[in-house]
């Protein structure tokens, strides 16, 4: 059965919004805000492992595509 006229095709990218932590492996290539005070924007390609931030462990925020 087809999908509705201009439904967004299925995809396999992880949600915006997809939380990791400082040493895991990078789920989805795109931009990654980290949480907390300071807090920073980077791009991690799909595969790397997280960084830590401002030489600390954190909780990364997954909120842009490339």
Known sequence: M?????AAA???KM???????????CPESGIWE???????RSSFPKGTRMPA??????????VRYP
């Open 2 to 6: 087809p999908g509705k006229p201009g």
């Open 10 to 12: 299925p995809t396999n």
């Open 15 to 25: 949600p915006i919004g997809t939380l990791v932590v400082t040493g895991q492996t």
């Open 34 to 40: 980290s949480q907390g005070t300071p807090s920073g």
């Open 53 to 62: 931030y401002d030489k600390k462990s954190c909780v990364w925020k997954l």
